[in-house]
């Protein structure tokens, strides 16, 4: 199939790009990358009149990495690829190239945006589970001016955010995690590209030599990306002498997985617990290695 006919609008500035989402509202949809959007206009499961491409605009750093002393910013316009290869982002921000090697294939993330990817809303997708993890903020931009929404804030249900139907997001801002933090990503897929059966990303800080803090979010498992605390499980305790199978109730009954034709939900429960244990014995052992 091909999609319903739209009008196609190449604004060269975020200016001109809110103008018209101010003129055309929910008729409108924004183009980045396109790798979700464009399937779902073909299957026309979508008909905008109105398709306003944002790839021409140069001179609002929409293309750029930045790594600052409390987050990483992302512009609307950086491609998966391009934030996976990113020395500053990286080091930084390690989760998030252990994230962005697991979305879809290279074809995909070299085309792919990050920004766009959260602005999606699928909880199947990798990167809303990063956002809510790192409590990222993201800017969006509007004819009435800027706001910030926290990411715990921004999504709204399965596909949905808070944004408004005349904003732009221009950016998406991932924290940096505390000092003695450790990352880790970890999914599983019938085959590497395809989407998860389930995911999770965990995050694990230590001080003083005990866990302070273990939290994770989720892929594919979920309605929303959400963060599940874990502190009151194995906070207090050295990582090296945690049975990290003390866990798995409060995992298996914080999510609420759907049945299709990949897996069953108990399936996709009894696999989420798994991979959260492994991600976090992994994040243990990654803070060991850096601290030998």
Known sequence: MKPAPFIHHAPTSVEEAVAVLAQ?????????GGQSLIPVLNMRLAQPGHLI????????????????????????????????????????????SQALRNVAHPAIRN???????????????????????????????STRGTREIAAADFFEGPLETTLAADELVVAIRFGRMPGGTSTFFLE????????????????????????????ASFVSVTDVPD???????????????????????????????????????????????????RAFTQAAATREDRSA
């Open 111 to 141: 085309r792919g945006t990050t920004v766009g990817s959260i602005a999606h809303a699928d909880a199947a997708g990798e990167m809303p589970s990063v956002a809510v993890l790192t409590e990222a903020v993201i800017e969006a931009a």
């Open 53 to 96: 491409d944002i790839n021409a605009i140069t001179a609002d750093a929409l293309d750029r990495v930045e790594v600052r002393d409390d987050c990483v910013r992302v512009g609307a316009l950086v491609r998966h690829a391009a934030l996976e290869r990113d020395g500053g982002g990286r080091h930084t921000l390690p989760l998030l």
């Open 227 to 277: 963060v599940l605390d874990l502190t009151s499980v194995v906070g207090g305790r050295e990582p090296e002498g945690i049975d990290w199978a003390a866990i798995d109730d409060a995992v298996q009954a914080h999510v609420d997985p759907q049945a299709d034709i990949h897996a069953s939900a108990d399936y996709r429960r009894a696999l989420v617990g798994e991979l959260t244990k």
């Open 188 to 215: 599983s897929a019938r085959r590497h590209g395809d989407y998860a059966l389930a995911g999770v990303a965990v995050a694990l800080t230590v001080t003083d030599g005990v866990v302070s803090k273990a939290r």
């Open 24 to 32: 055309v509202g929910h008729d409108g949809k924004v183009l980045a």
